[in-house]
């Protein structure tokens, strides 16, 4: 009577750094079935453990910038003035026209980026439940000076200032909690009226007689 689309679906998830959102899309991929990561593309250098197509596409900037002038990509930057990063589309419109879903952890200005070539993608934001509580955990990775903590809250205040531009805001004060509710958002898009790819209802009204009259009888 219903058939739904089967194509997957493109999972954007953003949030200021010490929010929890790679351990909240490392759960989900963990545990959530047709599901994949998306690969980014590179020009970096490849460091010695990471594997070419795995980890990450890595090509030459001539390569990367060739990838631009043919709109081969869905977003892309250029990170600290030199190496450029960017999600290539070919690779995540495959996956999703297998009918599985990919999950793309990407800051905001990536985000935005998709959201104008790929408004069916599902934007999702992680927030941590206080500044107070972003700070204990920045401070917990050992590795942020007075400087750093500085820039990544400041960077923090105009992130927030973007959520508008998203679909979701789960607020990241317990992790089994937080992954629960992106799962809850991931089940309930599926049901959404408009990836109904078509409705019968003349069957549906033909069963629906079948079952009175059987009550009748």
């Known amino acids: 009577m219903i058939k739904s689309r089967k194509k997957g679906d493109l999972i954007v998830i953003s949030g200021p750094s010490g929010s929890g959102k790679d351990s909240i899309c490392n759960e989900i991929l963990k545990n959530r079935e047709n599901i994949q990561e998306s690969i980014s593309m590179t020009t970096r250098e490849r460091r010695d453990y990471e594997v070419d197509g795995k980890d990450y596409y890595f090509v030459t900037k001539e390569e990367f910038e060739e990838h631009i002038k043919n709109d081969d990509l869905l977003e892309y930057a250029i990170v600290h003035e030199k190496d450029y990063y960017g999600t290539p589309k070919s690779n995540i419109f495959k996956i999703l026209d297998s009918g599985e879903d990919v999950i793309l952890i990407i800051d905001i200005q990536g985000a935005l980026q998709i959201k104008e070539k790929y408004k069916d993608a599902i934007f999702i934001f992680i927030l ?90």
């Open 128 to 217: 941590p439940p206080s500044m107070k509580e972003l700070k204990k955990r920045l401070i917990k990775r050992g590795s942020e000076t007075k400087e750093s903590l500085l820039r990544r809250f400041k960077s923090m205040y105009k992130e927030i200032n973007t959520i508008s531009k998203y679909n979701y805001v789960v607020v990241n004060d317990d992790l089994n909690e937080a992954v629960r509710k992106v799962n809850s958002i991931l089940d309930s898009e599926k049901c959404r009226v408009d990836r109904i790819e078509e409705l019968d209802i003349n069957s549906i009204e033909e069963v629906m007689h079948e079952d009175l009259v059987d009550f009748n009888e």
